[in-house]
């Protein structure tokens, strides 16, 4: 079965960079377009970039963009997002999907001082 499984998320002070992870298995990964997301405390959950199959095309969220690169490996059948210049309003669960279909179980970003 599609299975998504987040890491890399902690804690970081504001100004600093992480690189999140999805590992992917049970699909053809090298076929997939895959995308990050994220659910802040009290809000909805909200894309924030979003990766073709080749690698070759990026969308970025207004709010992410020249901060965050959304990459993968599709040898490794992985997906990243570095986030560089983390905010406090970066915090949030950040979710990996498949498109269309799979959420993995998310990995915690908390930005704080």
């Known amino acids: 079965q599609v299975q998504l499984v987040e890491s890399g998320g902690g804690l970081v002070q504001p100004g600093g960079s992480l690189r999140l992870s999805c590992a992917a298995s049970g699909f053809r990964f090298s076929s997939a377009t895959m995308s990050w997301y994220r659910q802040a405390p009290g809000k909805e959950r909200e894309i924030v970039a979003t990766?073709?199959?080749?690698?070759?095309?990026?969308t970025y969220a207004n709010s992410v963009k020249g901060r965050f690169t959304i990459s993968r490996d599709n040898l490794k059948n992985t997906v990243y997002l570095q986030m560089n210049n983390l905010k406090p309003e970066d915090t949030a669960v950040y979710y990996c999907k498949k498109v269309p279909g799979a959420w993995g179980q998310g990995t915690q970003v908390t930005v704080s001082s």
């Open positions: 990766i073709s199959s080749t690698g070759d095309i990026t």
